[in-house]
């Protein structure tokens, strides 16, 4: 899947020149002109990246930017700045931001900065090419970029265990989260599904991908993901 990245800026030109660059290499892009859209964008959506104006007409980038992070929101964030003094920096970079770039900014200093926040912030427990990728609303899965074809259910377990990524959960655990029915102490249904849902992200060779069998307790998902 192409990186989408949310253009949060209230000039129409700059937002729009600023969106044909980064479609024009590739990313998926969305826009909007205030902060209290960029929010409810962010929180129906996470972007992979959100390129932030400082100055917008009703919440300003400095306060968006730290209500994501209050909310513990870890999206790369650039902010967008016409201002020049080094506190004005400083203080984007205070409040959560990941770089920042002055306006009227040039199409290759904006695509160096993108692609470096994404760099630096991608996953690292695998390559990106086993990278696991969920779409919630579509509810539609890639990994490294190719589309897996999962059912409802088999969604819903790989959802909850990335949710609870590095932790381990119990066979009952899962049991209550998938099927929203009592655990009466039977393995076997989360078993296969676990094994169903490995066979369908495995690649060649790579034993049990991404999900890792705890032995005496259940199941955990090491793997790199990124939720929508």
Sequence with gaps: MDPCVLVVEDDDSLREVAAMILTDEGYDVETCATGTDALARVHARPPDLVLLDVMLPDLDGLAVCRALRDEGLDLPIVMLTARRAVSDVVAGLDTGADDYVTK?????????????????????????????????????????????????????????????????????????????????????????????????????????????????????????????
């Design 104 to 228: 009227p900014f040039d199409a290759t200093e904006l695509l160096a900065r993108v692609r470096a926040v994404l760099r630096r912030r991608a996953p690292h427990l695998e390559d990106a090419r086993d990278a696991i990728e969920l779409d919630v609303a579509a509810v539609r899965v890639w990994r490294g970029g190719v589309e897996v074809a999962l059912t409802a259910t088999e969604f819903r377990l790989l959802r909850e265990l990335v949710s609870a990524s590095g932790i381990a959960l119990t066979r009952g655990d899962l049991v209550r989260r998938v099927w929203g029915t009592q655990w009466l102490g039977n393995s076997r249904l989360v078993d296969m599904a676990v094994k169903r849902l490995r066979d369908k992200l495995g690649t060649p060779g790579d034993g049990d991908g991404p999900i890792t069998t705890v032995r005496g307790v259940g199941y955990r998902f090491d793997g790199a993901a990124h939720v929508r």
